[in-house]
């Protein structure tokens, strides 16, 4: 699986941006669909994730009530709507597929990655 993030871009605090991954291949509803962020020298940190059935979603409890997570399977594509962002928002955000992932809010029970996506909100 090939994952092409994007949607990233500058936008002021109360803003929204909406990211996009989209996923290369056939399997992609038989995946669970994850987005983390990443600032330079820092861990990766789990940002939202929606299981392949769209029976769980899960967010951060940084960003509940502000993102949402969804999927269409048709497309390919998983997204992240982002709603009143904040300057401490700013990072590079990264789309994860994994297969049968345990614990979709840790990193290492994905297999694929994508490329990253820059969201930058200014105060």
């Known amino acids: 699986v090939q994952l092409q993030a994007s949607g990233g871009g500058l936008v002021q605090a109360g803003g929204s941006l909406r990211l996009s991954c989209a996923a290369s291949?056939?399997?992609?509803?038989?995946?669970?669909m994850g987005w983390f962020r990443q600032a330079p020298g820092k861990e990766r940190e789990f940002v939202a994730a929606?299981?392949?059935?769209?029976?769980?979603?899960y967010y951060a409890d940084s960003v509940k009530g502000r993102f949402t997570i969804s999927r269409d399977n048709a497309k390919n594509t998983v997204y992240l709507q982002m709603n009143s962002l904040k300057p401490e928002d700013t990072d590079v955000y990264y789309c994860?597929?994994?297969?049968?992932?345990?614990?979709?809010?840790?990193?290492?029970?994905?297999?694929?990655w994508g490329q990253g996506t820059l969201v930058t909100v200014s105060s």
């Open positions: 994860a597929a994994g297969s049968s992932v345990y614990d979709p809010t840790r990193s290492p029970g994905y297999n694929y």
């Open positions: 291949g056939r399997t992609f509803s038989s995946y669970d």
């Open positions: 929606i299981r392949r059935g769209y029976i769980s979603t």
